[in-house]
């Protein structure tokens, strides 16, 4: 996984990127408006149930724009919040928080329905030793707000991109002509070039699975759209030489029944790619 000094750099693109694209030269209806010197305060006002996600982003938001922007928090992050629950308050130049408004709140919505439905996912793996998974199926620019919202919710982040871990995919097999070829030139190639990563294949089928078991040195098997009782002679054969993970349009239906089946992760594009934004509000008081 990448180290926090390279997330916290993601977090700054981030920002800088958004600011870029929103402000430019200047926010002029506030500049036409709003006297520079203006003070105003404004809270974060939640309009809608779920778990709360972004507070932190936000604070950070606020210090790029403006370090003399004072917040006042009154809900951490990974809480659950219901209609009329105010978040925090936000406090000092009026054109300062105008120019952070947009941002913090696309940020915290789609943050905050990502840790909602990631935390649907934790309540319905409660009492198995399975752990929900992101992917990398995020959205382009801002996957470190959408990883970090998933551990909001209780969920673990997969591998962050393709530079910090192997994950040897059917394409790759297909392409490589096998797994034993994919697996032993992936070897190969990270001993030439020193890399440390974790290597993690895809199975089709059962034979596919001993196939990988033979090869050895994986860190964890894919088992992808097995059904329940395939899953389950997966996991026996795999029993303890790896780790496992079950992914494959699996939902809320579906995911605890493949927790029963023994699985150690289940991966779920949905917890970023499926969502409906949590109804937020950042109001003058």
Not at 217 to 223: A, E, Q, S, T
């Amino acid at each position: 996984m990448i180290s926090e000094a390279q997330f916290n750099t993601e977090i700054e693109l981030i920002i800088a990127n958004a600011i870029r694209e929103d402000v430019g030269d200047g926010d002029h209806t506030s500049l036409s408006c709003i006297p520079d010197a203006a003070i105003g305060k404004a809270k974060l006002l939640v309009k809608d149930n779920g778990i709360i996600a972004g507070v932190e982003f936000a604070k950070e938001v606020f210090k790029y724009i403006d370090a003399d922007l004072q917040v006042e928090t009154l809900i951490e992050d990974g809480s659950a919040v219901s209609y009329g629950d105010i978040v925090f308050y936000v406090q000092g130049r009026s054109q300062s928080i105008l120019v952070a408004e947009r941002l913090v709140l696309n940020a915290m919505q789609r943050m905050s329905a990502i840790a909602t439905k990631t935390k649907l996912f934790v309540d319905l793996l409660d009492g198995t030793k399975t752990q929900i998974l992101d992917t990398r199926k995020t959205t382009p620019g801002i996957r470190a707000l959408e990883k970090w919202a998933v551990k909001i919710g209780g969920g673990v982040n997969h591998r962050f991109a393709l530079y910090d871990m192997v994950m040897i995919k059917d394409n790759h097999i297909d392409f490589a002509g096998g797994i034993t070829k994919a697996i032993e030139k992936t070897k190969a190639y990270l001993k030439t070039h020193d890399k440390d990563l974790k290597i993690i294949v895809e199975a089709r089928n059962l034979e596919e699975i001993a196939e990988i078991l033979e090869a050895k040195g994986v860190y964890r098997i894919l088992i992808d759209n097995f059904n329940y009782e395939d899953t389950k002679k997966a996991v026996a054969l795999i029993g303890d030489k790896c780790l496992t993970e079950s992914s494959g349009g699996i939902n809320e239906k579906t995911a605890r029944e493949y927790a029963n089946c023994g699985v150690d992760y289940i991966s779920s594009g949905a917890l970023t790619h499926s969502v409906y934004n949590l109804d937020l509000s950042l109001k003058a008081v």
